[in-house]
């Protein structure tokens, strides 16, 4: 046996030609059994095939299934949110046709986190570090001075 790792469309056509040779399913898996060892699809899936090919259908192209997820980029994503940041990620996966946990999974590589209700990125720009640097000062000049003005609104 070589060391050769057919690709499923490989395996698909080699199908169809024993399909036309009218070999059975059975017989079918046992010659790619022999041939592919481990690499060989499984008995089920070739009488699976098989149906498929009784019905005419001899199309061996990977077509999309109800439960294969849709495939979009990022910088769809990234446009409906700098259209409005403030959507929720089940809008979101409405808008580009997919599943809820698939827009999560894209929010998360990009690094985006949702803050007081809108998608903002999770690493700080320039702007952001400089004003969060100057406040912290402030603050602590603000604990070392001796006397902090307090208002205390308790009049009872």
């Known amino acids: 046996?070589?060391?050769?790792?057919?690709?499923?469309?490989?395996?698909?056509?080699?199908l169809i030609n024993y399909f036309i040779l009218k070999k059975s399913a059975a017989e079918s898996y046992c010659i790619l059994q022999e041939a592919y060892g481990e690499h060989a699809p499984s008995q089920d899936t070739c009488e699976c095939w098989f149906k498929h090919f009784k019905s005419d259908a001899f199309d061996v192209k990977d077509k999309e299934h109800p439960g294969q997820p849709k495939k979009f980029e990022d910088?769809?994503?990234?446009?409906?949110?700098?259209?409005?940041?403030?959507?929720?990620?089940?809008?979101?996966?409405?808008?580009?046709?997919?599943?809820?946990?698939t827009i999560s999974d894209h929010l998360q590589a990009m690094g985006m986190i949702l803050k007081e209700g809108k998608w903002v990125p999770h690493q700080l720009n320039e702007?952001?570090?400089?004003?969060?640097?100057?406040?912290?000062?402030?603050?602590?000049?603000?604990?070392?001075?001796?006397?902090?003005?307090?208002?205390?609104?308790d009049w009872r």
């Open 1 to 14: 046996m070589s060391n050769f790792v057919p690709k499923i469309k490989h395996v698909w056509e080699v």
């Open 75 to 101: 910088q769809q994503l990234q446009a409906l949110l700098d259209e409005d940041a403030c959507q929720t990620q089940k809008q979101l996966a409405e808008r580009l046709n997919v599943a809820q946990q």
């Open 127 to 153: 702007r952001q570090m400089e004003n969060q640097k100057v406040t912290s000062k402030m603050l602590l000049q603000r604990h070392k001075r001796k006397y902090f003005f307090a208002l205390n609104c």
